[in-house]
Nanobody
């Protein structure tokens, strides 16, 4: 049974920083892509950042230069370092992992979401 657990959300003032973590466990053979999405009230879920198994990272334009995604393969964990936060970064942030179990095809898993609130 795969478990995906996020942590690190919270309330911060504009200009502040937060670090999100997402750890996966349970019968995992390898993790191909590790992504962070976010969904603000009344808006569609959007891809914020992603990192491949080869450590190639991509970011949505609004967070470039402020957010950094990284991964620790030994711990099956992905991080999102968020600096210079803005009120428009307020959203529920979701971890998404594309992984391969010991048996079976690649499958996508989602975390439960963690709230990030940036006050002005």
């Amino acid at each position: 049974q795969v478990r995906v657990e996020e942590s690190g959300g919270g309330l911060v003032q504009a200009g502040g920083s937060l670090r999100l973590s997402c750890a996966a466990s349970g019968g995992i053979f390898s993790i191909k892509h590790m992504n962070w999405y976010r969904q603000a009230p009344g808006k569609q879920r959007e891809l914020v950042a992603g990192i491949s198994s080869g450590l190639s990272a991509n970011y949505t334009d609004s967070v470039k230069g402020r957010f950094t995604i990284s991964r620790d393969n030994a711990k099956n964990t992905v991080y999102l370092q968020m600096n210079s936060l803005k009120p428009e970064d307020t959203a529920v942030y979701y971890c998404n992992l594309v992984l391969r179990l010991l048996i079976g095809p690649k499958t996508s898993y989602w975390g439960q979401g963690t709230q990030v609130t940036v006050s002005s």
